[in-house]
């Protein structure tokens, strides 16, 4: 329904989503025959991690915020609260809203972000 919409011009679509990079990549995806089993040993980690939370609009536009370390709610908020700057500078603009498509890490939903969220729709 969102991809109809958007292609309607009725909003503007955005996904967003964490990665991180380390010196050592942790062998934690693999494939395994079915009925057997694979021993992971994780490596010593060498230096930190490096995150990133990522917004992409397909074929217009990549933004992202970088830190060392992970991301908490206080790291998260920062990030969409510029995000929601730049969605009312839209909206304002076009009459278009933007919607933030994302999964359901802790950080997404704690108590302080959820506070957040009405202020979030009235900037559209």
């Known amino acids: 329904m969102l991809k109809q919409w958007e292609a309607e011009g009725l909003v503007r679509l955005v996904y967003f989503d964490e990665s991180g990079f380390e010196k050592s990549t942790p062998l934690t995806y693999s494939y395994v025959r079915q009925g057997q089993q694979h021993r992971i040993v994780k490596p010593h980690r060498c230096g930190r991690r490096i995150s990133l939370l990522g917004f ?16 908490n709610s206080d790291r998260y908020l920062s990030l969409m609260l510029w995000q929601a700057e730049r969605a009312n500078t839209h909206w304002q ?17 704690s108590k302080i972000v959820q506070a957040c969220w009405q202020q979030w729709q009235e900037m559209g």
Do not use: K, L
């Not at 603009?93 to 997404?108: E, K, L, N, P, R």
């Open 56 to 71: 992409w609009q397909p074929g217009r536009r990549f933004e992202y915020g970088m830190v060392v370390g992970g991301f």
């Open 93 to 109: 603009a076009t009459g278009q809203i933007t919607v933030i498509v994302q999964d359901g890490a802790s950080f997404h939903c």
